[in-house]
């Protein structure tokens, strides 16, 4: 480690979309993270279910995505005849990563993986939104106890910053209702709809783009953003919401007569994500609705997403920007491990409390 430089060795599990949208920044922008923020990242372990990689000595990123793009991981020097739970077990990293494809119902595998690098001291950076929807206060207590962070901004709107708006720089105010677009897919598939493509074709492209699921009947029937409507209102209101919590319609049910229908009436459909209080209770729903074409989530098209945030002393926050895509949200991992590093050190500037 050079004076004055942060060496965080990583350890990847899932190598799809996210995995290597992340690997993409780190083999065109590593150096710019060392030049402006001290900060030096090092891959030294990837699994997925089919593949596991691990190098102490580094594994380079470039040479990473052209392996698994080639099916030849199995060629590059750190091979391994390891599952994902092995390779956690062993490996020396600081930080997991964990973009595995999300299970929203069970939360699994990846909530396993994500209790195991914490109780090995590793800090833990997941784009996952099942262990987040359904075990946010259980993996933030088990992080705060092992004394290492748990960073899942990429777990809604991908990399566009919606949670740590909501939780760290709204902090202070009360947030009473989030509202918003917060899923690509769907959001892209009605946009290409109105423009006279038919559904099948649409959802093809989202896949092609990268934006929908591994399987994307969640996109579709809402599920996704059902997860992240129970993640906004657990991470942002302090609720204990589930997605089976969550009132749920996706846009299965849209045909492009119904499009049609609206854009003649200066309408748009849009899939929204509403969560409010309720009296002492919080409440959450997502259903597809006509929205006028003055109405402000109106404008927002393709895989763009938005979310208002109603908050006691500001009024409405809104934040647009994009939602899905392997960059985008490998981003989110990034902006994880810079805020990481900053705890880190500003921990290690705290005077010393008098006793
Ligand atoms: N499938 C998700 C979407 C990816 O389309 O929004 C980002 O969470």
Redesign the pocket.
């Not at 990429?154 to 991908?158: E, K, L, P, R, Y």
């Not at 917060?182 to 892209?188: K, R, Y």
């Given at each position: 480690m050079t004076s004055g430089i942060s060496m965080y060795r990583l350890a990847l599990v899932g190598f799809g979309s996210v995995g290597r949208g992340f690997a993409e920044i780190l083999s065109l922008h590593r150096q710019r993270f060392v030049d402006r923020y001290g900060v030096d990242v090092q891959i030294v372990a990837a699994c997925t279910r089919r593949w596991c990689v691990y190098d102490p000595n580094g594994i380079d990123a470039a040479t990473l995505l052209r392996a698994a793009a080639s099916d030849a991981i199995g060629e590059l020097p750190g091979a391994r005849a390891w599952n994902t739970d092995q390779m956690i077990a062993q490996v020396d990293a600081d930080v997991l990563v964990e973009a595995s494809p999300?299970d929203m119902m069970t939360g699994e595998p990846a909530t396993t993986y994500i209790r195991a690098a914490i109780a090995r001291g590793m800090h833990v950076i997941t784009?996952n939104?099942g262990p987040i929807a359904l075990y946010f206060a259980e993996l933030r207590r088990l992080a705060e106890e092992r004394g290492v962070t748990l960073g899942f901004e990429?777990?809604?709107?991908?990399g566009t910053p919606a949670l740590r708006l909501g939780w760290s720089d709204l902090a202070g105010c009360d947030i009473q209702e989030v509202r918003g677009i917060?899923?690509?897919?769907?959001?892209?598939i009605l946009t290409r709809m109105e423009r006279g493509m038919d559904y099948a074709s649409a959802l093809a492209e989202?896949q092609r783009l990268g934006?929908?699921?591994t399987d994307?009947t969640?996109?579709v029937e809402g599920h996704?953003?059902a997860g992240?409507a129970a993640i906004l209102a657990n991470v942002l209101m302090d609720a204990r919401l589930t997605p089976a919590d969550v009132e749920c319609e996706g846009i299965t049910g849209i045909t492009r007569e119904m499009v049609a229908a609206a854009a003649a009436a200066g309408e748009r459909w849009k899939l929204i994500a509403r969560v409010w209080r309720d009296g002492p209770t919080v409440r959450a729903a997502v259903r597809p609705l006509r929205l006028m074409i003055a109405h402000p989530l109106s404008s927002v098209d393709g895989?763009t997403?938005a979310l208002a945030i109603t908050t006691d002393l500001l009024g409405d926050v809104t934040i647009i920007g994009p939602?899905?895509?392997g960059v985008a949200?490998g981003f989110a991992i990034l902006s994880d491990l810079l805020a990481l590093h900053r705890v880190r050190r500003t921990e290690n500037q705290e005077p010393r409390t008098e006793n």
């Open positions: 999300t784009a939104k990429a777990t809604v709107m991908s917060v899923n690509g897919t769907t959001n892209f989202a934006y929908a699921e994307p969640g996109d996704d953003a992240k895989a997403n939602g899905a895509g949200t």
